[in-house]
Structures are given as structure tokens and as C-alpha cells.
């Protein structure tokens, strides 16, 4: 559980041998490669190999068509070779594409036709009652004639069209639409196709090959549609194929370009120099045998091995490496930011704080379960990190909820097994009792206080590590500040003992002179440094850090008494959970079964999600502002930069 050392590591060879170097490089899962740009500017005669992606257009076009086809998701085969014909390819994929594009063009085309055929059909249906020839209507020279459906409210508005020049008949009506026709003089087409437009007419064309009665046009359209389907059905054949029969070749040709873009992504992080070319990046230190043997068989490569911090352009990565227990919460630190390289991982100690937290918020052995079942189920079917701490903060809820005497709300339930393991009749903490409430808000703030105290305890460490003494001894959060803050909370708990150790020798020593120190970080800062104290003056010094030590202090008491909230979720926890049993004693029967289920449901969802945000505030604002920054660069493979 901490951050990975690291090493530096430069691979370096003739430039004959750079496809050969470059062919192993891609595939190393455990390298961290740093840009060619950080060097070439640094030293004369440095020049980066990068160059325009030859494949990046045909890459593009092989994308669309595939996307066109339906074959986005088809795997890519393992393919690798270097010598490949971009102009067969090219070929082949075009003629593939013009197949594709002239069958779709031919199955849209009859799709078309055969629902404007199955619309016609609908219309013929609707007026096979009337005894006329459809083709004397169609040869009409004056007078038009067009066919479709209007909704049935739009009917009713036609009487406000009374003195129009047309003329309506409907033929039979549905819920919705009423089949019908509308006639009008050639003059007056256009006035009054407007006019059915604005209401809704939908037209329904009747095809030109349609003759006869409307018995005998049913018959025509319904021949034509069988036909047109018949045909559909061939041409989605030959689509079917045509995809069966390229999906193996476009898997190769997905491989080889996935191939050759991912060599050519590679040389933005080599380095040439005359007739050498180098790649410089980062590695585990227990990886640094595997590298080397990876590159064994190239007897003309060199691998130069140095400490992670020996380049100065170069910051080291950081690589957490955390178990089974903290490693989901990686996600929570992600928010935040990286660790730097020299810094502090700060994952395990969120997983065990946050857990800690929530499991003391959300205390409830029914309910903690079924966090831990839901966590499991989106962890296995889902992949979710999520998924992965919910099983965990469910198991402090769990163990929070013996505590509680909580199961589902109900407070008597594990009386049995209190009294046969502890020899007492009921829960060992009732939290609604009016004689604990003040207890556990004193409670909440000393594990507010214990977990401040811990945090400055890590800031300390991380200072010292980093030679920072004037951070180290003065600052809020260093020595100072701990024995400050450290000396008024022992105060303030031996106080409500009943011990008053507040005397002028504890006062001036532990509380009075840390914070002087505090006030005077930076004078006594620059004194380490052998620097002036105060080079603009006392008074424009005093000013400034008089106002910011009334920051600090403000801050030792919100910091603090922020963990109230911890107690005060404890309460509603409970009190919501007592209103859902409440209500549950005032039904009986399937009613009460369903509002304890509702209300356990309504708990865990709203009262959950709140406890969760709630506990990662503290993490963020609490703790990681007194040891953690953020500053540092994540540990990633070329795969993973893309």
C-alpha cells in the first residue's frame, strides 16, 4: 500500500532498428513513455522522429464504412506486419463499400415502394364500396382528385369551409382518421390543397399502374407488394452475405491499421541524434529485469537504467499500488487528484476513514447487508467501481448496526444475541436515549479532532520527507500547529473529565508560544534560510499575519466541529428509521409489510446517497486539505495515453 519507486529508463539503438524496437515498445503494458518534445528543446541537435500518419485518412474512411455496415464492434485480429499494400486495401475496401452502398440504395428503394404500395392499399380498401373505374378519375382534365385520410377532428372544422369550391366525401372512418377524398377544380387546386394541409390531410398516392374498379386495384397492389417483398428479402440476403463474407478480411484489415497507427503514435516519444534514436520513460523498479528481457533478443539495443528523479526535465509518475481492501476507493482520490511521486498515498487511508465514517452514519445490519448485496451485483454484472465500495462500506454498516441494535429499524431484534453474548437484555448503545445524544456529539467532534490530529501527524512526515523544515516545524498543520491543536483538545477532554490542566506554565508553553510560531511561519522560515525576517518591514508583516492567524484559528474550530455532522446522521438515521416503525406498528398485515419495505427502500436510497456525499466532503475538506494536493502526474502506459 504506497507509491511504486520508480526508475528511469532509456532504450536507445541505431536507427536501422527502430521498427524492430518500436514493434516491442507498443506492447509494453508497464512503461511510461515521456514525449520527445521535453528533450529536443533542451539540447542542440536533438530532433523528434514524429511524422504525418500516412494511414490516418484511410484509418478514417475504413471506420466510417464499417460504421456504415453495421461492424463497428467486430474484433480486431492480431496482425503484424510491416509491409502492407495501403493501396489494396484501399481497393478493397471501396469495392466492398460500393457493393454495400448499391444493395442499401436498392433495399431503401423497395422499402419505399412497397409502403407507398401498402399506403395505396389502404386507400383502395376504404372505397371499394363505390362502383367507379379509378382511371376516369385519373384522366380528369379539369377537375383533381386526391385520396387520403384527415383527422376526425379536422372534419368537424370543414363546415367553417362551406363556401370553398371543393367537394368531400369519406368513405370510412377509424378512432383517429376519417379515409376519404377531396375534389376541386383545376383553377382553385392549389387554394384549396393549401387549405386541406393546414387541417392535416395526409395524401396517399395511388399508383399509376392501378386500373379498373377498386376490387381490381386491390388485387394489382397486392401482387406488386408480394413481388417488391419477394425481392426485399433477396437483396437483404445478399447484404447478409456480403457482411459474412468480408468480416474475417475487415478484421485483418482492422488489425493490420490498428497496427501500423499505434507504430506511428509511438514515434512522438523518440528522440533522434545523427544516426541513433533513444525512448526515455518510466517503469516499475521490480519491472526492470522483465523489461530487459523483453528486449533481449535485440543484441543491438541499450537499456540505461537510472534513479527515477536523475533527469531534471522530468517528473516521475506515480503508480498506486494498494489491495484488495482500498484499492475501489482509487476512484474517490481520483476526484481530488494524483499524489505526487515523493507524496503520500492517500487510498488506504481514505478506504478505511470513509468506510469508517459511513458505516458509524449508516449503522444498520439489515441495511448494511443489502449494500453489500447491491455493491456485489454491480461489481459482477456491471464492472462498476461504485459496486466495489458499497461492499465495503457496507460492511461497516453492518458491524456499526450490531452496535446500534439496528436491523432494519427494528430495535429488538438482536436482543437475544446481546444477552447470550454479552450477558446484557437489550443493545449495548441506544442512540435515540436523550442521556447519549450529548455523548455522541462529543463523540463525533474527538473523532473529528483524532483524525485532524492523524492528518497533521501525515503532513509532518510528507515535509520532512521533502526537507521542508519551515513547513515542517511552523506551519498550521506542521509541529506547531499539531502541538497547538493537540494541546487545546486534551484541554478540552480532560476539562469535561472533570480535570483542569488549563495553568499558566500549560498555556504559555503549549498553546500560547506553538501558535506564536505559527504566526511567525514565514519570518522564522526565511531566519532557517539565513534570509532577512521581515524584508518589508514588521508592521506590513504583522498586519497580514495577524489576519491570518485569525484564518487558522477559525479553522481548527469549523474543521473540528464540521464532524458534529457525524452524530447528527447518526440521529437521523435512527429517527427515520424510528418513523418507518412507527407507522408500520399503525398497519397490519401485507400494509405493514409494504411500508416497511417502501420506507427501508426510501432510507437506503435518499439518506445513503446523502451519508455517502456527506463522508466524502470530510475526506475532501477535512483531511486532504491538511496532507494531500493533487499535484502529480498518474502512472500510464502508451495504451492507456492513446
Not at 516499475?284 to 526535465?313: G, N
Request: proline share 3%.
Amino acid at each position: 500500500m504506497a507509491i511504486a519507486k520508480m526508475k528511469l529508463i532509456t532504450i536507445s539503438a541505431e536507427k536501422e532498428h527502430l521498427l524492430d524496437v518500436l514493434q516491442k515498445f507498443i506492447d509494453l503494458d508497464y512503461f511510461h513513455p515521456e514525449p520527445a518534445s521535453k528533450f529536443i528543446d533542451s539540447v542542440h541537435g536533438l530532433s523528434s522522429m514524429d511524422e504525418e500518419n500516412p494511414v490516418a485518412e484511410l484509418s478514417a474512411r475504413f471506420q466510417e464504412i464499417c460504421s456504415d455496415m453495421g461492424l463497428e464492434a467486430l474484433e480486431a485480429a492480431d496482425v503484424r506486419r510491416r509491409d502492407y499494400d495501403m493501396q489494396r486495401i484501399r481497393d478493397y475496401i471501396e469495392k466492398i463499400d460500393q457493393k454495400y452502398g448499391n444493395a442499401v440504395s436498392v433495399k431503401k428503394d423497395l422499402q419505399t415502394v412497397i409502403q407507398e404500395n401498402e399506403d395505396a392499399l389502404v386507400q383502395v380498401r376504404n372505397i371499394e364500396s363505390i362502383d367507379l373505374n379509378l382511371d376516369g378519375l385519373f384522366e380528369c382534365r379539369y377537375i383533381k382528385i386526391r385520396f387520403g385520410r384527415l383527422p376526425l377532428d379536422s372534419v368537424k372544422k370543414l363546415q367553417y369551409y362551406r363556401n370553398r369550391p371543393f367537394v368531400f366525401k369519406s368513405f370510412s372512418q377509424d378512432d383517429t382518421y376519417s379515409w376519404c377524398l377531396y375534389m376541386t377544380t383545376q383553377k382553385y387546386e392549389g387554394d384549396v390543397d393549401n387549405m386541406f394541409s393546414s387541417l392535416y390531410f395526409e395524401r396517399i398516392r395511388i399508383p399509376e399502374f392501378v386500373h379498373g374498379t377498386p376490387e381490381k386495384a386491390q388485387e394489382t397492389l397486392q401482387d406488386e407488394i408480394d413481388s417488391d417483398r419477394r425481392q426485399l428479402q433477396h437483396v437483404e440476403e445478399v447484404i447478409a452475405s456480403l457482411k459474412a463474407e468480408c468480416s474475417e478480411n475487415f478484421a485483418k484489415i482492422r488489425g493490420e491499421l490498428n497496427f501500423l497507427n499505434r507504430m506511428h503514435s509511438a514515434r512522438k516519444y523518440v528522440v533522434g541524434l545523427g544516426e541513433r534514436f533513444s525512448i526515455t520513460g518510466f517503469i516499475d523498479a521490480a519491472d526492470v529485469e522483465r523489461l530487459k528481457d523483453t528486449f533481449s533478443e535485440l543484441k543491438e539495443v541499450e537499456i540505461e537504467v537510472r534513479l527515477a528523479h536523475s533527469d531534471k526535465r522530468l517528473d516521475p509518475p506515480t503508480k498506486l499500488k494498494n489491495g484488495w481492501f482500498a484499492r475501489p476507493f482509487l476512484m474517490f482520490v481520483e476526484m481530488y487528484g494524483i499524489p505526487d511521486y515523493d507524496g503520500i498515498d492517500p487510498v488506504p487511508i481514505v478506504a478505511l476513514t470513509y468506510s469508517l465514517l459511513f458505516g458509524i452514519m449508516f449503522g444498520d445490519v439489515g441495511q448494511g447487508i443489502v449494500v453489500i448485496l447491491a455493491g456485489l451485483l454491480l461489481s459482477k454484472w456491471k464492472g462498476m467501481k461504485l459496486g466495489e465500495v458499497m461492499m465495503r462500506i457496507g460492511i461497516f454498516s453492518t458491524i456499526f448496526g450490531f452496535v446500534f441494535g439496528s436491523v432494519f429499524g427494528n430495535e429488538t431484534m438482536l436482543d437475544p444475541l446481546y444477552h447470550a453474548l454479552l450477558g446484557i437484555d437489550g443493545r449495548p448503545i441506544n442512540v435515540m436515549s436523550s442521556d447519549f445524544i450529548l455523548v455522541l456529539l462529543m463523540i463525533a467532534v474527538g473523532i473529528g479532532a483524532v483524525l485532524n490530529l492523524f492528518c497533521m501527524v501525515l503532513n509532518m512526515r510528507l515535509q520532512l520527507r521533502r526537507k521542508n523544515m519551515g513547513e515542517f516545524l511552523f506551519s498550521q498543520n506542521g509541529a506547531a500547529g499539531f502541538i497547538f491543536y493537540g494541546s487545546v483538545v486534551a484541554a478540552a477532554a480532560l476539562f469535561v473529565a472533570g480535570i483542569n490542566v488549563l495553568n499558566p506554565i500549560y498555556i504559555v508553553i503549549l498553546i500560547v508560544l506553538p501558535l506564536l510560531c505559527v504566526f511567525l511561519k514565514e519570518p522564522l522560515t526565511r531566519k532557517l534560510h539565513k534570509e532577512a525576517m521581515f524584508p518589508e518591514g514588521f508592521g506590513a508583516f504583522f498586519m497580514e499575519g495577524f489576519f491570518e492567524l485569525f484564518e487558522v484559528c477559525l479553522s481548527y474550530v469549523t474543521n473540528t466541529i464540521s464532524y458534529l455532522r457525524v452524530g447528527g446522521f447518526v440521529l437521523s438515521h435512527a429517527g427515520m428509521m424510528m418513523a418507518v416503525t412507527m407507522i408500520m406498528g399503525m398497519c397490519s398485515g401485507v400494509a405493514a409489510a409494504a411500508v416497511g419495505i417502501f420506507g427501508n427502500v426510501l432510507v437506503m436510497c435518499l439518506e445513503g446517497l446523502v451519508v455517502g456525499i456527506q463522508a466524502l466532503r470530510l475526506e475532501f475538506y477535512e483531511m486532504f486539505s491538511r496532507y494531500f494536493e493533487g499535484n502529480g502526474t498518474a502512472f500510464r502506459t502508451m495504451e492507456q495515453i492513446g
